[in-house]
């Protein structure tokens, strides 16, 4: 048996935050992934924003930025493109393109280097509760053995299996899961090779197709589709997605990443006795954009602080996690509850309405590109967003 305060299952980037931040905060951590090389295999496009990064106080370093994009290129379905790029515009959310293979592992270094243990290899296959900590089953190399910990932070992903053990309702419904496809590609020829490329409408029911270049003529080219309105896979869509782009026709795939984004917001419950869930387990991706790194960083920096204070009151109870709970809804849950508005305006715009607002957009002067500064655009030249939207923003 062996005993630690706080125990992080899944060394993602949320986990890796949470074991950092409990670490620092003076208590026991041990850090553990199923996967034999933690980031691979990677199921992300890979896009952070600068302002993200400064938040958490993680200086971009040449060993995992691949590309810092200087704009946004949205494409609605007939190829109206809506360019905005730094000359026309200030960026102050203008992003970085990560190789998450390396990034992921540098964060998980940063735990260990802030004295978290680290444990790669090492599938969860079960827990209980022993008097008021909890035992977890784990199976290292062939080798079974249990940890016990005050704490259980669970950051093992869209419905995690932890947080089901502890009781916690993470199963989600089918409208609020993307299915995801995506390529690593090169022999991509992108018009704005410096921009990220976003692709609205039909092309992807439910979500969007992007391309997010990573150096030279090399880029992640992928979708996310809504299962629910479409008999067709992501990876169906993908290969007609690719076929028919002028900027990947003539590309070549060397690496496909599948896998589940959950879009339908936070988790109402996220703790009970001893467990709290983190990161996608906990539904801290953005709605609207379905991006979840720097947000389930946050998320886990928060599980982290809390976990370490709890250990040192002495205190594992859910009453004194649910500070937790009201902490991550005031770093995202007002924003997340709008994003998740507007996505479902914009699942109920056809083609042709997508094409006219692009049209508009096109035309537009913007004084500043972040998601909220769009979608006050949006509303300004569609009758149908103000009333549907107005109120929100």
Not at 20 to 41: C, F, N, R, Y
Not at 246 to 261: F, H, L
Request: hydrophobic fraction near 40%; charged fraction near 25%; proline fraction near 4%.
């Amino acid at each position: 048996m062996i005993e630690t305060d706080i125990l992080v299952i899944g060394a993602g980037p949320a986990g890796s935050s949470a074991a950092k931040h409990a670490a620092m905060g003076g208590v026991q951590v041990i850090l553990m992934d199923k996967k034999s090389e933690i980031g691979t295999p990677k199921r992300c496009a890979e896009g952070v924003s600068k302002e993200g990064l400064e938040k958490l106080g993680i200086k971009p370093s040449e060993r995992w930025v691949t590309r810092e994009a200087s704009g946004v290129r949205m494409v609605s379905p007939n190829g109206t493109a809506v360019n905005l790029t730094e000359d026309k515009v200030k960026l102050p959310e203008a992003g970085y393109i990560l190789e998450r293979k390396v990034f992921d592992k540098y964060m998980a270094m940063d735990a260990g280097r802030a004295g978290a243990k680290i444990m790669v290899k090492t599938l969860a296959t079960g827990m209980q509760r022993e008097d008021d900590q909890l035992v977890v089953s784990a199976e290292r190399m062939g080798y079974e053995f249990k940890i016990k910990a005050k704490i259980v932070i669970a950051a093992d992903g869209p419905e995690s299996r932890v947080g089901r053990w502890a009781g916690l309702k993470t199963a989600l419904k089918p409208k609020n899961m993307e299915s995801c496809a995506q390529f690593e590609m090169a022999g991509v020829q992108m018009e704005e090779p410096d921009c990220i490329e976003f692709h609205f409408g039909s092309v992807s029911p439910g979500g969007y197709a992007w391309i997010f270049p990573k150096g030279d003529d090399i880029a992640n080219v992928g979708l996310g589709v809504l299962t629910t309105i479409t008999d067709k896979t992501a990876y169906q869509h993908l290969l007609e997605f690719v076929e028919n782009n002028p900027a990947t026709k003539n590309a070549q795939a060397v690496e496909i990443n599948i896998g589940g984004d959950p879009v339908g917001g936070l988790l109402k419950k996220k703790v009970t006795d001893n467990v709290l869930v983190t990161g996608d387990a906990a539904g801290m991706v953005n709605p609207l954009t379905g991006g979840g790194i720097i947000s389930g960083m946050l998320g886990g920096r928060i599980a982290g602080q809390v976990a370490a204070q709890a250990v040192t009151d002495g205190d594992y109870s859910k009453k004194n996690l649910k500070i937790y709970e009201k902490l991550c809804e005031d770093e995202m849950g007002k924003d997340f509850q709008r994003y998740f508005n507007v996505k479902d305006y914009l699942l109920s715009l056809s083609d042709e309405e997508l094409d006219t607002i692009a049209e508009a957009f096109r035309d537009s002067d913007f004084d500043s590109i972040n998601t909220t500064e769009l979608i006050k655009k949006l509303i300004k030249v569609s009758p149908k967003a103000l009333l549907k939207l107005g109120k929100l923003f």
